[in-house]
Structure formats: structure tokens, C-alpha cells
């Protein structure tokens, strides 16, 4: 456990750098987060999805995998991979201030 | 961080049930890490992208030692005598069994997986002898199959790649 100050506000992240506490989470530390994985800009497409992440976490208590993303969300596989290049899930779980999403598929 | 990507290539050589996951499990997990794919599929693999075929993927309980009778909820061990595993039927009863818990566990279809794995930008290819060999045509090929290419091709492409031959 280490805290790191992303957007001006200290927060709690694991050794792999994922946000421990969703309720430390501000959209403002998504923006940061989001040019740190080489996303410029959050469009509101990035933001349906990155909303219903946190949202499917916090109902569930498990973080959505690519599959929960694409089937909950009804964003497609392509859109998904275009949206969050290199590995989305994974992506959007970080932006999200969410842990690793957990799952095979 | 490496500047490169790291790339991983499957060679897809088995058209059995149980042996056309591996490479779609692990190059699914390769696409979710951010890692280029290339999947090959030659020989018997072939019927994973043949249209007619891959929704008919089978896995014959003859000569597997390891499907054993608790699959259908028999407790232990005991194996499946082989002269059962001949009679006909068995193998069809086998493979409805081993679809039905994959879909009670939400796991895809292979012909759903193969989607999955071209739109987030797998690249999939066709070896060009077991084509000629077999008499297929890339129309016979589900959508997503980019090319049917040598043995030599794949080298070329796959440079720096790690390979994975199932």
C-alpha cells in the first residue's frame, strides 16, 4: 500500500498502482489518471463506460471484466478496444479507481 | 517498459473441443494485457475457423484417461470404460455435456470467442498447405480470417513474437 497525490488529492493505490478506495475517486483524478494510459481526453463515450464500471463494481463488489463491460454495457468489443486501446478492462479499472478486474474472460 | 509491444503468436494445430480453447482463453487474456495476437491455425485446427464446423466442435471420450464420470456427477474418480466411449453417441453426449457446463460458467461459444478476439484486434490466419490439402477456400473461413498464408509467412510475421503451438 502507498498513497500517491493524483489531481491535487492524496489517495490510497496498491503496489500495481490501482486505487484501493473507490470513494477516494473524483472525476478530476480520472481525467489524470486517463493521460497517464495515453488517453488525451475522456469523451462521453469513455465516461458511459467508466460509469458503469463504477457502478457494476459497487453493486456486485467485482470489478467488470472486458466481457462484463461489453455485455452489461452494450458498448461493443471493437468500440471497447477503440475507446481504451491496450487492454480496456484493465484500463478502464484503473481510470475508474476501481481494483484489477478478477476473471478469464 | 519495453518500447516494443510484446507480441504472442498461437499456432492452433487441433480441431477438438477441449484443444480450441487454449489459445482462445490466453490470446483473450493477451488482448485484455495489451498484447498483439496472432493466432495460426493449421491441420485439424482449421475446423475452429471452418464455417461449417465450428459450431461443431467435439471431444471423444476414447483414449482421454482424464475424463473421468465425475464430470456427470459421479463422485471420485472412476474412469469411463473405453468400450463404452465407442459406442455411438458417447461422443456427441460428451461434447453436449462439456458445452453445457462451459455455458452455465458464461464462457463463449468458439465461434463467439473467435468475434471477440478479431474485434479486439486479433489477427487470425490460415497455413496455406493444410488448405491445399484439405480443398478449402478462404470463403470456406469464418469473417476475421485475414489471409491464408506459408509456413514461411508466419515466420516473417511473428518476428519477435513468443509462440505457442497447441
Redesign the interface.
Known amino acids: 500500500m502507498a498513497v500517491k497525490t493524483i489531481a491535487g488529492k492524496e489517495v490510497q493505490v496498491n503496489e500495481e498502482g490501482y486505487m484501493t478506495n473507490p470513494a477516494e475517486w473524483t472525476k478530476e483524478i480520472a481525467v489524470e489518471i486517463a493521460k497517464e494510459e495515453g488517453i488525451a481526453e475522456l469523451t462521453p463515450e469513455h465516461w458511459k463506460i467508466i460509469e458503469f464500471c463504477r457502478e457494476a463494481a459497487s453493486s456486485s463488489g467485482a470489478v467488470p471484466?472486458?466481457?462484463a463491460i461489453t455485455s452489461g454495457s452494450g458498448v461493443?468489443?471493437?468500440d471497447l478496444?477503440a475507446l481504451f486501446?491496450?487492454?480496456?478492462?484493465?484500463k478502464v479499472a484503473r481510470i475508474a479507481g476501481l481494483g484489477k478486474p478478477e476473471g478469464?474472460? | 517498459m519495453a518500447d516494443e509491444p510484446r507480441k504472442i503468436a498461437f499456432i492452433c494445430s487441433k480441431g477438438n473441443l477441449d484443444m480450441a480453447y487454449p489459445a482462445l482463453v490466453m490470446g483473450w487474456a493477451a488482448l485484455g494485457n495489451g498484447i498483439d495476437v496472432t493466432i495460426f491455425f493449421t491441420f485439424w485446427g482449421m475446423d475452429m475457423i471452418n464455417k461449417a464446423r465450428v459450431d461443431h466442435l467435439e471431444i471423444p471420450p476414447v483414449a482421454n484417461a482424464s475424463m473421468k464420470m465425475n464430470m456427470m456427477g459421479i463422485p471420485g474418480y472412476i474412469g469411463i470404460p473405453q468400450i463404452l466411449g465407442i459406442i455411438p453417441g458417447m461422443t456427441p453426449f460428451a461434447s453436449w455435456l462439456m458445452k453445457k457446463k462451459m455455458k452455465g460458467l458464461n464462457i463463449p461459444t468458439v465461434r463467439e470467442y473467435l468475434e471477440m478476439l478479431v474485434d479486439g484486434g486479433a489477427k487470425l490466419y490460415a497455413c496455406k498447405m493444410s488448405v491445399d490439402m484439405f480443398g478449402l477456400k478462404k470463403e470456406d473461413f469464418i469473417d476475421g480470417v485475414i489471409d491464408i498464408v506459408t509456413a514461411s509467412d508466419f515466420m516473417d510475421m511473428t518476428e519477435g513474437s513468443q509462440i505457442i503451438f497447441i
Open positions: 471484466t472486458l466481457r461493443s468489443t471493437k478496444f486501446p491496450k487492454g480496456p478492462a484493465k478469464c474472460v
